[in-house]
T-cell receptor, first 116, second 117 residues
Framework: AQTVTQSQPEMSVQEAETVTLSCTYD???????LFWYKQPPSRQMILVIR??????QNATENRFSVNFQKAAKSFSLKISDSQLGDTAMYFC?????????????FGTGTRLTVIP | GAVVSQHPSWVICKSGTSVKIECRSL??????MFWYRQFPKQSLMLMAT?????????EQGVEKDKFLINHASLTLSTLTVTSAHPEDSSFYIC?????????????FGEGSRLTVL
């Protein structure tokens, strides 16, 4: 079974500063995807960043980057130059790498507040 | 990007009544859609996988007769909460995969908040 753990229920960061959200996971799979999804208040969930487990290079999307430590099963999200629009719930998620319809396993989320 | 829309965004109903929630893929065809339930301050839990033209696949512990799923077309899946009770009050979210997305990426609806009185 897969589990995803986010140990930080809430975090806050000053605008323009950098914040790191933690995520650990447990799986016996060797190949999989990891994701960070963002759920803004009263808006739908959108993908922030994706990491494929077989790739050693950490994924980067503009101000968002990850620190993927496969051996430690850790997948943290770093947000640089935080903006007010980054205020949201952030979910770490895991998906097996296989053909067909796959399920996402979500962590419990971290509520991030960017302070002006 | 791909757009998934849910309707209604919120609904209040009396205990014992049934409520239908629609999930539509607006600009792509989705052979598979997923229905999640989200409790306050908790994660999303997969309820079922909706397959176009066939029966849905339910997760363990989810009552098939309670949560009826129909996926009659490539752009529409519906979730009907039958004989709703207050404990069914929750946030229900659907998602789908689109070729427009990257590997493993899902596109989510806005969610539907159900309150059962």
């Amino acid at each position: 079974a897969q589990t995803v753990t986010q140990s930080q229920p809430e975090m806050s960061v000053q605008e323009a500063e950098t914040v790191t959200l933690s995520c650990t996971y447990d799986t016996s799979e060797s190949n999989y995807y990891l994701f960070w999804y963002k759920q803004p208040p009263s808006r739908q969930m959108i993908l922030v960043i994706r990491q494929e487990a077989y790739k050693q290079q950490n994924a980067t999307e503009n101000r968002f980057s990850v620190n993927f430590q496969k051996a430690a099963k850790s997948f943290s999200l770093k947000i640089s130059d935080s903006q007010l629009g980054d205020t949201a719930m952030y979910f770490c998620a895991f998906m097996k790498h296989q053909t067909g319809a796959n399920n996402l396993f979500f962590g419990t989320g971290t509520r991030l507040t960017v302070i002006p | 990007g791909a757009v998934v829309s849910q309707h209604p965004s919120w609904v209040i109903c009396k205990s014992g009544t049934s409520v239908k929630i629609e999930c539509r893929s607006l600009d792509f065809q989705a052979t598979t859609m997923f229905w999640y339930r989200q409790f306050p301050k908790q994660s999303l839990m997969l309820m079922a996988t909706s397959n176009e033209g066939s029966k849905a696949t339910y997760e363990q512990g989810v009552e098939k007769d309670k949560f009826l799923i129909n996926h009659a077309s490539l752009t529409l899946s519906t979730l009907t909460v039958t004989s709703a009770h207050p404990e069914d009050s929750s946030f229900y979210i659907c998602s789908a995969r689109s070729e427009a997305g990257g590997p493993g990426e899902l596109f989510f609806g806005e969610g539907s908040r159900l309150t059962v009185l």
